[in-house]
């Protein structure tokens, strides 16, 4: 298992083309190989001071997850760019992403209503100080 930032474009693309989605143009990106080819792809966008959004894009296999991924993941916005918190926005129907973000540590803080043409989004928060995929002496920082 391999981590690359490489092709920051191609790993976008992988990850827009799964969640039917476009990143804003601020967007960063990492990408899990499994023999050469890419079973996951973390993405963060939305920049500010503070805060970033994440998304997790898997190829739907059982085997794209790893604890390797989960600190690189969280190591980016947290240690290296310093911020405060990150935010995922997940669409209410999706159920398996909601349990899967509380289960990584993020905290419901919210609902919007009718944001999606079909659903709402579900609002969902990890603080750097809450974070259990980076060394506690980068937590408080």
């Not at 690359?4 to 990492?30: C, H, N, V, Y």
């Not at 085997?63 to 993941?73: E, G, H, I, Q, T």
């Not at 911020?83 to 919210?110: H, I, M, Y």
Request: glycine share 8%; charged share 25%.
């Amino acid at each position: 298992m391999a981590l690359t930032t490489e092709g920051k474009e191609q790993l976008i693309a992988w990850a827009e083309s799964r969640l039917g989605l476009r990143f804003r143009p601020d967007a960063k990106a990492m990408g899990r190989l499994r023999d050469g080819e890419l079973s996951a792809v973390v993405v963060w966008d939305g920049f500010s001071e503070a805060d970033c959004n994440i998304h997790v894009v898997s190829d739907g296999s059982r085997r794209w997850l790893n604890r390797k991924l989960l600190v690189a993941a969280f190591s980016y916005p947290f240690i290296q760019l310093r911020l405060r918190r990150v935010t995922g926005l997940v669409p209410a129907k999706n159920t398996a992403a909601l349990a899967f973000n509380r289960r990584l540590g993020f905290v419901l803080e919210g609902v919007c209503r009718h944001a999606l043409p079909d659903d709402d989004i579900v609002v969902l928060g990890m603080l750097r100080e809450h974070c259990p995929w980076i060394p506690p002496e980068y937590r408080h920082a």
